[in-house]
């Protein structure tokens, strides 16, 4: 399994603005048959941040719909929307794989 991170914080009296958006992305990727995400803040730590926290059955799945969610012109205008709502520079993203047993 592959956890991909999307961690961005939001612009001080907007977050319901980007709730708002969150779920109009989520209906349309919900839509397309993509993996479905969870959004959560941290209960301590940074104020007004956003942790977007995607499970990938494999990294086939995660590129293919990265790939897909990156050309598909309706989700770019909502990303875009929502990049508006978000401290400049904040974001960042992470990949994390499950381990196996090591030899």
Avoid: C
């Avoid at 991170?5 to 048959?33: C, D, M, P, S, T």
């Avoid at 969610?69 to 993203?93: C, H, N, W, Y």
């Amino acid at each position: 399994m592959y956890r991909y991170l999307i961690r961005e914080q939001v612009r001080y009296g907007q977050f319901r603005e980007y709730l708002e958006i969150n779920r109009e992305l989520q209906a349309h990727a919900k839509a397309k048959g993509w993996v479905p995400w969870t959004l959560m803040v941290p209960t301590v730590g940074a104020m007004n941040e956003a942790v977007t926290v995607f499970d990938y059955p494999s990294l086939e799945v995660f590129e293919r719909e990265s790939r897909e969610a990156e050309t598909d012109p309706d989700f770019m205008k909502l990303i875009r929307r929502s990049a508006e709502l978000i401290v400049q520079g904040s974001g960042t993203t992470e990949l994390l794989q499950t381990i196996t047993d090591l030899a």
